[in-house]
């Protein structure tokens, strides 16, 4: 096989050279995640009370040049969000994700917030000169760190000691499987477990599967072995020592039904990070280009310390808010609108249905003290494992419910005598 078939680079999209000359659908909601989660993650640990910090540091570790010639996504989003309606002006469609840490830096800063201090790396000369000059005007009397372009795994010793046991929010947003290996995501969890904070990386499904595809093909030429090997080692490092004892097996037994493999690899790589990393909760969310499709582009995989704040309070509604967006996608007439509008309906409440008597289950095994109804939804949005699956309010109405059938009990009620999210609840049968 020529080195050129060898290469993986015709097969993926995504790590070309015209990466940044127009943004694409799934790279504009990766962003939109990303720019709520860096405002959460600021204004929650950000500021003077003992849980707090004055300083927080964001790290882009695939920063990629800041902007793309032709974007999408961000200022009707923006513009359209009564929360953040107020930034209309601050950030733009071409933006991409360290120029959205900058923008927020600046914002906070204005705002007297909190330092955000950015670190940024990106091994490509080009990319890293280009990078360095759409951050220039932004920087002034902010605190960023470009590196000189080097790989991220030869960055990560400079890096970790730069951050200053500040709180951090991790951000790895590879092209495909090789970038960052799960050692170094341990590594990561040891610092925010220790000084709080985030990761979120991005996993290439199809890519994982092309690599065992790969990895696993018979020859009797030498190259193509040592090529295998290379499939090999670059897989195994993402997944975890010795793993492909386990996904090459896997391979054999999935490969013939679409999108399984890949679809086991994203829960063994959670799983792995759950038992062996010290984050304390790992969740993901794919990233489609449109509401069916049944491939994801990508899935975002996101390692919490504190899962209860960071995925039952800021994440569960930013994904399904993600959902619903795509959802609506590219339908501005009124009628679409409409139409829309009442199968979205329908399609919450087949699943709040659908729901109900798993969450009744779960109320029965984990209810058995008072709990606050506000800690009780997070409490099921972590065991459902399903972030985004339904927002807060629609778990509140279904406990709600529940509490009107007489299942649970309920004390410190509001004025009205109603069920409030201070309100405690206990399950009675
Ligand atoms: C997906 S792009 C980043 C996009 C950017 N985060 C954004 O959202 O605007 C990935 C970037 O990582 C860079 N890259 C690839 N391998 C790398 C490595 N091992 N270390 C650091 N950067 C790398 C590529 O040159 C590319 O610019």
């Known amino acids: 096989m020529s080195g050129k078939q060898l290469s993986l680079f015709e097969q993926q999209p995504e790590d070309s050279g015209d990466f940044f000359t127009r943004k694409r659908s799934w790279s504009a909601s990766k962003h939109r995640i990303m720019l709520k989660y860096i405002q ?23 920063a990629g040049t800041g902007k793309y010639d032709q974007g999408i996504g961000i200022e009707n989003f923006v513009g359209n969000s009564n929360f953040l309606k107020k930034y209309s002006n601050d950030f733009s469609d071409t933006d991409g994700s360290p120029i959205i840490a900058l923008k927020w830096a600046k914002i906070f800063s204005q705002e007297n917030r909190v330092n955000l201090r950015c670190f940024f790396n990106e091994a490509n000369k080009k990319v890293n000169e280009k990078l360095k000059i759409n951050c220039q005007s932004l920087i002034n009397e902010l605190f960023c760190k470009i590196y000189e372009p080097k790989k991220f795994a030869l960055c990560l010793p400079e890096l970790m000691n730069d951050l200053e046991n500040y709180p951090t929010l991790f951000f790895l947003d590879t092209f495909g499987v090789k970038g960052v290996t799960f050692e170094q995501i341990c590594l990561i969890a040891n610092y925010v477990s220790q000084y709080k904070g985030e990761l979120f990386l991005l996993f290439h499904n199809i890519q994982v599967a092309r690599h065992a595809g790969q990895s ?6 030498p190259q193509k072995l040592k090529a295998a090997q290379t499939y090999t080692q670059n897989l195994t490092a993402l997944l975890g020592p010795n793993s492909e004892l386990d996904w090459k097996p896997k391979w054999l037994e999935l490969n013939n039904l679409p999108q399984h493999f890949e679809r086991w690899a994203l829960e063994y790589f959670k799983s792995r990070l759950l038992k062996e990393s010290s984050f304390r909760g790992v969740g993901s969310f794919k990233i489609r280009e449109d509401y069916n499709d049944r491939r994801p582009q990508y899935s975002l995989v996101v390692c919490s310390n504190k899962p209860e704040k960071a995925f039952g309070e800021f994440l569960n509604e930013f994904f399904w808010e993600e959902d619903k967006l795509l959802y609506f996608k590219d339908n501005q007439s009124k009628t679409a609108q409409e139409f829309l509008e ?30 606050p109804v506000n800690e009780v939804i997070t409490l099921l949005i972590l065991k459902m494992g399903d972030l985004g699956y339904l927002k807060r309010t629609q778990y509140r109405e279904i406990l709600l419910k529940i509490h009107q059938e007489g299942i649970l009990e309920a004390r410190n009620l509001g004025t009205k005598g109603k069920v409030i999210l201070e309100s405690q609840i206990r399950i009675v049968k």
């Open 40 to 62: 959460s993650f600021c204004y929650n640990l950000g500021g003077d009370q003992p849980y707090q910090s004055k300083y927080l540091n964001y790290v882009d570790g695939f």
């Open 216 to 221: 696993t093909a018979r020859s009797e030429d």
């Open 342 to 371: 009442r199968e979205w309906n329908h399609e919450t409440n087949e699943r709040i249905i659908k729901v109900k008597p798993i969450i009744i289950n779960l109320l029965r095994e984990h209810l058995i003290n008072w709990m």
